[in-house]
T-cell receptor, first 113, second 111 residues
Framework: EAQVTQNPRYLITVTGKKLTVTCSQN?????MSWYRQDPGLGLRQIYY???????DKGDVPEGYKVSRKEKRNFPLILESPSPNQTSLYFC????????????FGPGTRLTVL | SQQGEEDPQALSIQEGENATMNCSYK?????LQWYRQNSGRGLVHLIL?????REKHSGRLRVTLDTSKKSSSLLITASRAADTASYFC???????????FGQGTTLQVKP
């Protein structure tokens, strides 16, 4: 089944404790992206990747890192999480980065205490 | 950056009625897409309409696009309780292909 998977689905952590949210897609998509969703602010893009080893900042990249060593994986790293990073995170992928249909993962609900 | 803005923010209707949601955007686009999100879950792609198209249908969905007014509408006909969800429009920046999502319309369909 074609899908985007994220892990973990739920995470409660404390300020400053490094964490990684994994994202994997099995559709051989070139484009992958991370979003955060907050009430009243909608979906905001954190980072995106047009292909392996090619990543770029989205609208709200501060406090996050990403890597794209393999086509299928695009982990989101929070080196030193802070409470303002409490949010619902979505990974998405599409065939190319040219505005086509995006496939979303189920989301990761992160709480930073 | 905010591109699409949906209207209304919330809509409540009875099962069987039609639901219309509108989206306005600011810059030139290659296409406009609509997504649905059930509470707390990932977004699901519904339909894509290209800038050279004016209307598109998919099952009970009808999307229109007016590039001169920079607006789009999503019509859901004969709504069902299962249509209860948030609906987002997304536009792509024509020079980068980046998708920008609106704030969404929350639709409640009462049985």
């Amino acid at each position: 089944e074609a899908q985007v998977t994220q892990n973990p689905r739920y995470l409660i952590t404390v300020t400053g404790k490094k964490l990684t949210v994994t994202c994997s897609q099995n559709m051989n998509h070139e484009y992958m992206s991370w979003y955060r969703q907050d009430p009243g602010l909608g979906l905001r893009q954190i980072y995106y990747s047009m292909n392996v080893e090619v990543t770029d900042k989205g609208d709200v990249p501060e406090g996050y890192k990403v890597s794209r060593k393999e086509k299928r994986n695009f982990p989101l790293i929070l080196e030193s999480p802070s409470p303002n990073q409490t949010s619902l995170y979505f990974c998405a992928s599409s065939l190319s980065g040219r505005g086509g249909e995006q496939f979303f993962g189920p989301g990761t609900r992160l709480t930073v205490l | 950056s905010q591109q699409g803005e949906e209207d209304p923010q919330a809509l409540s209707i009875q099962e069987g009625e039609n639901a219309t949601m509108n989206c306005s955007y600011k810059t030139s686009i290659n296409n406009l897409q609509w997504y649905r999100q059930n509470s707390g879950r990932g977004l699901v792609h519904l339909i894509l309409i290209r800038s050279n198209e004016r209307e598109k249908h998919s099952g009970r969905l009808r999307v229109t696009l007016d590039t001169s007014k920079k607006s789009s509408s999503l019509l859901i006909t004969a709504s069902r309780a299962a249509d209860t969800a948030s609906y987002f429009c997304a536009t792509d920046e024509s020079n980068t292909g980046k998708l920008i999502f609106g704030q969404g319309t929350t639709l409640q369909v009462k049985p």
